[in-house]
């Protein structure tokens, strides 16, 4: 007889990226958008949710007791070069759209800082890149998609006209609104598959922000990073375009748009807890602090060398220990450019030790109700799950961050309470009704709707 | 749902008016917590539990009733409290002391004990994981005690019952491995509380906030087995080698 308690062939235990607080899903491999279909109408009392490649820190891509649908077979990818548009399955990677492409003259429009991600992951979490002061985000650049809705019905959605409301719940929707099948997005046209890069060294945090708000519209991509154990908040800029091939060498010139990185080597499947601590990440970011000269221009760098340097050693994730990490990631106001200081130096003083710590300045918002990103500075810092006091600290910094209109990422939080995220998120009513007429039975779930409420 | 850090919103107490399960309570962070349902039989008791944790900032707390020897209401009992929403935590903490030598005149006696702490858990802990495993996440927590480590003469009728049940928590444990639902067996010494009141007290006797923070901070860990306070463990270890006469010789 069947055990109630016994593991079936298609539960996995599932996390985000961070490793943190895993649930049981039931995986549902989908061949195509039928299947999708047809997974929405069976599905049980515990609900459905698309997930991608897991890069989402915390729970937003898990739903204990549901139905996951991996949509990695939806790979295809089209290049209308034309059109200057990619044509993609929601499963495949940005990765994959990058190998087909690139080598054509065409760049993804927005890529976050790991091309392992997927085109569905990268509409339902809004994704930003480097390039958002000048670009936007990944959905500003999506000119249709195809939606399976709660109901089980194929939608058709757009940007403007009769859909624009829901195509717009969609992007930054977090998988709540039905599971993406199919998009069109628009790419960057390119010359070479190489970067042109600015490097400098900045003092302390004032000197990176005023850099930053000074020199953003140079160019198309900067960000900084921030030495988090350092108390003054030094840091590197790095800021970039596309090199035009002119700027390459002969030699360059004869595989301009070549792009085929490959992954290095794997961690280790165990790490001792606590390998990472204080004294590794202060030893870290000394060196990647002086590995940086203080000032060089125009140099020549790979895409994965500039944007996806944490790719090539996979599952680097494992660093952190069986406690897993979360990454903390705020926007706040321009005005409010002090909080950044105050939640370094928070963190810090918690012995919340970061070496991957990122500022970025946005550019405008888009019109998508739970869209992330607003106008003002970014702040994301990895932080080990384990540490004493770290709870309180953060909920501290919810307060200061809410409190002068700021707000965390969906794709990056794990531990925001329901009432931080209702408060900081002001038309999540609107966002509601919309999502209520697309999914009347809500259907679509996921561990984090259910920990905040939406 | 849990997040993280480990941090409940959801926490049914079975034995709702338990001393240590509302110390529990009290320990989580408040600001998380958004409903705690304490599952007890209706009393004076429960009242001033559900008001007296509301009054400390705790949201959400309601009473429900519930008799653990009654085991034939134990699945809608569950059905119930799951069918409205997640439970992240489960605290198992009723039990009863039972008097060890009026039971041993009137076994009837020794089978209220028996019932309670072995065949009701047994019972309502069967239920509960049956549902734990549905939703896919989530911590059964269950207090056996040292008493089941090595049943003494002084109390073997509830040291057996504290043993059955540690082993059946294990063993739960076991069934429930990977998949998202756990099981955490909590094993105190001398708790001072209502059940032990007017007792002489042990060595290593404790309150039932000490057992609490260890409670909360297994849990945040994922920890399977742990004995409150910690160095018990080296003490119980050392008891059961113990040869049986010098053990039988031992005061209390
Ligand atoms: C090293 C690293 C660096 C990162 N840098 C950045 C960065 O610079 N900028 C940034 O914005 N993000 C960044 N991220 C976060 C990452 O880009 C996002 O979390 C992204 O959503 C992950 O895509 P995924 O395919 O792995 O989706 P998942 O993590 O699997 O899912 C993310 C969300 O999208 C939903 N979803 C997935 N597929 C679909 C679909 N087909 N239809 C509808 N909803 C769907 C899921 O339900 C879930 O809510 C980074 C992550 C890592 C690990
Ligand atoms: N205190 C200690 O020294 C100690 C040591 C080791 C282990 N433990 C264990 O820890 C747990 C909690 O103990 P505690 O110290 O907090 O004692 P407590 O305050 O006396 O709690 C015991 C609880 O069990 C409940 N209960 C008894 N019979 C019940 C039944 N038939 N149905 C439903 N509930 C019933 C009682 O509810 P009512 O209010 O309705 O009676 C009471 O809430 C118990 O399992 C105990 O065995 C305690």
Redesign the pocket.
């Known amino acids: 007889m069947e055990s109630p308690l016994s593991l079936t062939k298609d539960d996995r235990l599932l996390t ?2 961070g490793r943190t607080n895993p649930s049981l899903g039931r995986m549902h491999r989908c061949a195509d958008a039928a299947d999708v279909q047809r997974a929405v109408l069976a599905a049980g009392p515990r609900g459905v ?9 915390g729970d ?2 898990q739903s204990g007791g549901g139905t996951i ?1 991996d ?1 990695q077979a ?1 790979d295809g990818i089209t290049f209308d070069a034309a059109a200057g548009t990619v044509t993609a399955g ?2 495949a ?1 940005l990765d994959a759209v990058m190998r087909a492409v690139v080598p054509q003259g065409a760049f993804v429009p ?5 091309r ?15 390039n958002h002061h000048v670009d936007g ?2 959905g500003a650049h999506v000119q249709r998609l195809t ?1 399976v809705d709660g109901s089980g019905e194929l939608r058709e959605l757009t940007p403007d006209g009769p859909s624009a409301s829901q195509f717009w719940a ?1 992007v930054g ?9 199919e998009a069109t997005f628009d790419m960057i046209p390119v010359t070479s598959s190489l970067m042109s890069v600015d490097t400098r060294r900045v003092r302390d945090l004032d000197e990176a922000m005023a850099h930053m708000a000074a020199d953003d519209a140079q160019h198309r991509y900067t960000v900084a990073w921030i030495d988090s154990v350092s108390a003054s908040g030094r840091g590197i800029i790095t800021s970039g375009d596309h090199a035009p091939v002119e700027q390459l060498s002969a030699q360059q010139r004869e595989s301009a748009l070549a792009f085929a990185p490959k992954a290095l080597a794997t961690a280790p499947p165990v790490f001792p807890s606590g390998l990472l601590n204080t004294l590794t990440i202060r030893a870290f970011n000394e060196a990647w602090f002086r590995r940086a000269p203080k000032e060089r221009v125009d140099e020549l760098q790979s895409i994965g060398a500039f944007f ?1 340097p ?2 090539g050693v996979q599952e ?2 494992r660093v952190y220990g069986p406690r897993g990490f979360l ?1 903390y990631q705020f926007v706040v106001p321009d005005a409010a450019g002090h909080v950044v200081r105050t939640a370094l130096d928070r963190l810090r003083s918690t012995g919340a030790p970061s070496f ?1 710590t ?1 500022l970025k300045r946005f550019g405008p918002a888009n019109p998508a109700p739970l869209s ?2 607003q106008p003002g500075w970014t702040l ?1 810092a990895d932080v080990p799950a384990g540490i004493d006091g770290l709870g309180a600290a953060l909920d501290e910094l919810d307060e200061l961050v809410s409190s002068v209109g700021g707000r965390l ?4 939080d794990s531990r925001q309470s329901p009432q931080m995220f209702a408060r900081t998120h002001p038309r999540l009513h609107e966002w509601q009704q919309v999502r209520d007429a697309l999914d009347p039975r809500g259907v679509f779930t ?1 561990d ?1 709707a259910r920990r905040l409420s939406i | 749902m849990n997040d993280a850090l480990g941090e409940p919103q959801s926490v049914l107490v079975l034995g709702g008016t338990s001393e240590i399960a509302l110390a529990t309570v009290r320990a989580f962070p408040r600001g998380r917590l958004r409903r705690v349902v304490l599952a007890a039989r209706p009393s004076n008791h429960r009242d001033a539990a559900v008001a007296s944790l509301t009054a400390a900032g705790v949201s959400g707390v309601v009473a429900v009733d519930f008799d653990a020897i009654d085991t034939a209401g134990h699945g809608a009992f569950v059905d119930s409290v799951f069918d409205s929403g997640d439970v992240d935590v489960v605290l198992l903490a009723f039990g009863v002391l039972g008097d060890q030598l009026a039971a041993e005149a009137d076994p009837e006696l020794a089978v209220q004990v028996a019932t309670t702490n072995y065949t009701g858990a047994v019972s309502v802990g069967l239920h509960v994981a049956r549902r734990l495993r549905t939703q896919g996440h989530g911590t059964l927590v269950v207090f056996s005690s040292v008493a089941g480590d090595r049943a003494r003469r002084s109390n073997f009728i509830y040291g057996s019952t504290k043993a059955g049940l540690d082993a059946f928590a294990q063993g739960l444990g076991d069934a429930l491995h990977g998949t998202g639902a756990s099981v955490l067996v909590v094993r105190p010494g001398f708790v001072r509380t209502r059940m032990t009141a007017g007792m002489p007290e042990a060595p290593m006797t404790v309150e039932a906030s000490a057992v609490a923070t260890i409670v909360v901070a297994s849990l945040r860990k994922g920890r399977e087995t742990v004995y409150a306070p910690g160095p018990l463990r080296f003490v119980m270890a050392a008891l059961k080698t113990l040869p049986r006469p010098v053990f039988r010789r031992m005061p209390r």
């Open positions: 985000g990226w949710l698309a997930r991608g490649l897991g890069r989402s820190y937003a891509a649908l949509l939806l929601a499963g990677s927005v890529t976050p800082g790991t392992m991600i997927t085109v569905g992951g990268a509409i339902g979490a809004d994704v930003h890149g480097k985000t990944f939606l969609t929707g977090m998988g709540l609104t039905g599971a993406v099948v996806h944490l790719d680097w994730n990454q991957l990122v992330f990103p994301a990422y969906l794709a990056k996921s984090l």
